[in-house]
């Protein structure tokens, strides 16, 4: 089978002329920095997953980060994140003294389990961290429970699920702090920029000050704070991308559908896992399992045909930081990497189109009929 005649990447950024045009009209302005078109792009986004209150930030790592500040996270702290995520979940404990204590994943769902997080509490466990993988959302209610339970906060790493619905409840309005991302591979972009959800009023207030360097009013500093504001250029962005959430997210639903029928007939290739209480998936990505010996050979394979793929994110204790720090080994967390090493990131994305897709799935079919 011969090469796509151009890279077909794993993830694309659907922005047009009204972005452009919001944008530009900002920049005539002459107003740049945070101001009204950031206020009304959290009043828009709080509306859209139907959140009580939002703070917008400069990107998702921002976000979880202040988060972390404002619960008062600290040296001598344990916070729970899994292994298998972005490293800005586990870099944003580390940034406040505290130390992340890393869970298995779920081998079918890849995102944490009540039971593994109850494993790991201790009496220094300040906070959890679940992350929704792929843009699926974790089993909410029963972290819930724990979060009642035990009486910490959860604060919900839901960067690459915004559009999904967990038993028909948006991402966003679903726990007490949620933490988006808005970099150009996610539902909705600002190119960079993240948004935390709240419904604690204190909170809010917290946050807009950590987020605008502990500024209670002009010059007048009452917390350690950060700057963490997004721009009015960001902020117009965003209010146009957010008029195209339903689209995108509708759009890789019937693209992973597709997938799910088409890919099920190849021998050896494991489709994604979809719980009954996801009510819809918001496919940040699509990923599919192979046997871990023969993933990079279909990797390189794929690369040759001019297909982009990604391997998920490597786990965190697989991470060359996290061993030297901490001393992990790849096999720390067996399950964890028994499962990352055999999953495929293929291409996603709103504008992909049937004749891409239906090459990456002709292209696996032949690879997987070739190897085997």
């Excluded at 944490?112 to 201790?122: H, M, P």
């Excluded at 949620?178 to 709240?198: A, Y």
């Excluded at 759009?251 to 099920?264: F, G, S």
């Excluded at 489709?271 to 990923?287: I, K, N, Q, S």
């Amino acid at each position: 089978m011969k090469r796509w005649k151009e890279k077909i990447p794993v993830a694309n950024t659907l922005v047009g002329e009204e972005e452009a045009r919001a944008v530009y009209e900002v920049v005539k302005s002459g107003w740049l920095s945070m101001g009204k078109k950031v206020t009304e792009f959290e009043e828009q986004f709080a509306h859209q997953v139907g959140a009580r209150y939002a703070v917008a930030v400069n990107n998702g790592t921002a976000a979880l980060h202040a988060v972390l500040a404002a619960l008062g996270i600290s040296a001598g702290d344990e916070v729970i994140i899994p292994s298998l995520t972005f490293i800005a979940t586990a870099n944003v404990v580390l940034y406040q003294g505290a130390t992340p204590v890393l869970a298995e994943c779920n081998p079918s769902t890849y995102t944490i389990e009540a039971s593994e997080v109850r494993r790991l509490i201790t009496d220094k466990t300040r906070a959890i961290i679940p992350v929704d993988m792929n843009g699926m959302p974790c089993d909410y209610d029963e972290l819930l429970t724990i979060e009642d339970e035990y009486r910490i906060p959860i604060v919900w790493d839901s960067a690459e699920s915004l559009g999904a619905l967990y038993k028909k409840k948006k991402v966003g309005s679903i726990g007490k702090i949620h933490c988006f991302s808005f970099f150009p591979n996610k539902n909705v972009t600002t190119g960079e920029g993240g948004m935390i959800c709240l419904e604690s009023e204190g909170l809010y207030r917290l946050l807009c000050q950590i987020r605008n360097q502990g500024q209670e009013r002009r010059y007048h500093h009452v917390h350690l704070g950060y700057n963490y504001r997004m721009t009015e250029l960001q902020a117009a962005l965003g209010l146009c991308q957010l008029t195209r959430l339903e689209e995108n997210v509708q759009a890789k639903a019937a693209m992973a559908a597709y997938y799910n029928r088409e890919l099920a007939r190849i021998p050896g290739i494991s489709l994604p896992t979809v719980p009954a209480f996801v009510t819809r998936h918001a496919w940040y990505m699509y990923t599919i399992s192979v046997d871990e010996s023969i993933r990079d050979e279909m990797v390189k394979k794929l690369e040759e045909k001019n297909i982009e793929t990604r391997l998920s994110f490597p786990p965190i204790h697989t991470q060359p930081y996290y061993q030297r720090t901490f001393q992990y080994t790849n096999y720390s967390l067996p399950a964890t990497y028994a499962v990352w090493s055999r999953l495929i990131n293929i291409p996603l994305w709103n504008g992909l189109g049937k004749e891409r897709q239906d090459f990456i799935i002709n292209s696996l079919a032949s690879i997987m009929k070739d190897i085997n």
